[in-house]
Nanobody, 127 residues
Framework: QVQLVESGGGSVQAGGSLRLSCQAS????????MGWFRQAPGKEREGVAT????????YYSDSVKGRFTISRDNDKNTLYLQMTALKPEDTGIYYC????????????????????WGQGTQVTVSS
């Protein structure tokens, strides 16, 4: 079983930065895609950024492109999301996810393609 545990969430003022971490354990080798998703109150969960585990190709939503960076440390089995220039619209619960999917070396920003999920970590950006 794959287990994912997020950390690093918190409260920050607009324009600030946060780095989220996702510690993975279990049979993580069965997943070739990992990603970050977020959900604001009253809204659907949306994809933020993904990374293809083999080639480390990344894919970002338009709303965070240029501000967020997804990366992974294979030795530590950890996924990261570096968030800069944060906006109030970035507020929500951030989830780490993993799955065996992807095509053309890229992983989709769609919830349905991921089988394993963390518990989520709250990110609050104040104006």
């Amino acid at each position: 079983q794959v287990q994912l545990v997020e950390s690093g969430g918190g409260s920050v003022q607009a324009g600030g930065s946060l780095r989220l971490s996702c510690q993975a354990s279990g049979f993580t080798y069965v997943s070739n895609c990992m990603g970050w998703f977020r959900q604001a109150p009253g809204k659907e969960r949306e994809g933020v950024a993904t990374i293809y585990t083999g080639a480390r190709n990344t894919y970002y939503s338009d709303s965070v492109k240029g501000r967020f960076t997804i990366s992974r440390d294979n030795d530590k089995n950890t996924l990261y999301l570096q968030m800069t220039a944060l906006k109030p619209e970035d507020t929500g619960i951030y989830y780490c996810a993993a799955g065996q999917t992807g095509s053309g070396g890229y992983c989709p920003l769609r919830t349905r393609y991921y089988s394993y999920w963390g518990q989520g970590t709250q990110v609050t950006v104040s104006s």
